[in-house]
């Protein structure tokens, strides 16, 4: 008998909604302790939201597509701004109280392999731009993006440079420099009896980021950059 894939996070929106007010998804990774996500913080309305998330709401215009959208804050943060947004999840479970909360549009499904339609702004929150995964899949992400944008659209995305990760006391860095990218993590998600299996998920800097627009076509431009190495930027099609 075929399982369900286990879906933790939006098992938690669900339960969060649902009121278990403290219902939080434990995060693993292969270069952190494990850490706790409270489901609260995907409820946070616009003021509670980082500067940079503030910053990015108010740069999309036209057709917006919130891709991996979890429990839809930003998609009502751009309906509230009047703008039509179309909040993207692959979780069922989080797409139902997306729907619940209001938010109008809602496509549930994969967005690699969804049919595209055009949007004049791609949403890459909570450093969306992981879900290429690694710096090879990186590629093949910009171009599924091309795909989803319309003409003259543009891509504003979330990233951090994690560099600092594997920074030594006296401010050196230690690196393999025979081993993976150090932006590519592995996590794994889990709420409840529920865990999902490893995943690979990339942080880029913006330098590096600049060199693989480029070689897909794309213009790169920092917008945003805070003092804790997270950045803004947008990507438009040269």
Known sequence: MQTETPDPIGGAIKAYYEGRKNATITVYSDQMEADELPAAYLFR???????????AISECRGRVLDIGAGAGS??????????????LEISPKATEVQKARGVK???QGDFFSLPPTPHDTLLLLMNGIGLAGT?????????TCKKWLAPGG????ESSDILYLYEEEDGSVLLDLNGAYYGELTYMMEFGQERTEPFPWLFIS???LQEYAQEAGFTAELLLQEEDDHYIARLTLA
């Open 135 to 143: 710096l090879e899949g990186l590629p093949h992400f910009l171009d």
């Open 105 to 107: 549009h809602v496509l």
């Open 154 to 157: 543009q891509i504003l995305l």
């Open 45 to 55: 309305e616009f003021a509670e939201m980082p500067e940079r998330e503030q910053f």
């Open 74 to 87: 930003h998609a009502l943060a751009l309906q509230e701004k009047g703008l039509e947004v179309t909040a």
């Open 206 to 208: 913006f330098d590096l």
